[in-house]
């Protein structure tokens, strides 16, 4: 699957998608930075409730296909724009992490 693919799902909405084509290989969840940093695997979903500037650099240095902002998280425009320019897609759902999870796991993820 791709980002493009899971962001057109009815609970997904694309925020940024600079790489709308990377494959999706698995997910995890997690809010502490340095958690993420040491687990997160290349080429994941990154499942966050975090939206602010260290998310992107997170994100990078894990190497995960999107990040998906759960619980109707919406970022700040400067969030996006820096996204935009690092290469890194954005997704948004109003689920909970737990129901986006699901969610992930009935599309095959």
């Given at each position: 699957?791709?980002?493009?693919?899971?962001?057109?799902?009815?609970?997904?909405?694309?925020?940024?998608?600079?790489?709308?084509?990377?494959?999706?290989?698995?997910?995890?969840?997690?809010?502490?930075?340095?958690?993420?940093?040491g687990?997160?695997?290349?080429?994941?979903?990154?499942l966050?409730?975090?939206?602010?500037?260290?998310?992107?650099?997170?994100?990078?240095?894990?190497?995960?296909?999107?990040?998906?902002?759960?619980?109707?998280?919406?970022?700040?425009?400067?969030?996006?724009?820096?996204?935009?320019?690092?290469?890194?897609?954005?997704?948004?759902?109003?689920?909970?992490?737990?129901?986006?999870?699901?969610?992930?796991?009935?599309?095959?993820?």
């Amino acid at each position: 699957m791709t980002v493009r693919e899971l962001a057109s799902h009815p609970d997904f909405s694309p925020i940024a998608m600079p790489n709308p084509d990377r494959e999706v290989k698995g997910a995890y969840i997690g809010d502490l930075l340095s958690w993420v940093m040491g687990r997160a695997k290349a080429d994941t979903l990154w499942l966050t409730i975090m939206s602010n500037v260290n998310v992107l650099a997170v994100a990078s240095l894990a190497d995960v296909s999107a990040v998906i902002l759960t619980e109707g998280v919406t970022p700040e425009s400067d969030i996006i724009t820096a996204a935009s320019e690092k290469g890194i897609n954005l997704i948004s759902t109003s689920l909970p992490s737990y129901g986006a999870a699901r969610v992930l796991v009935a599309l095959g993820l």
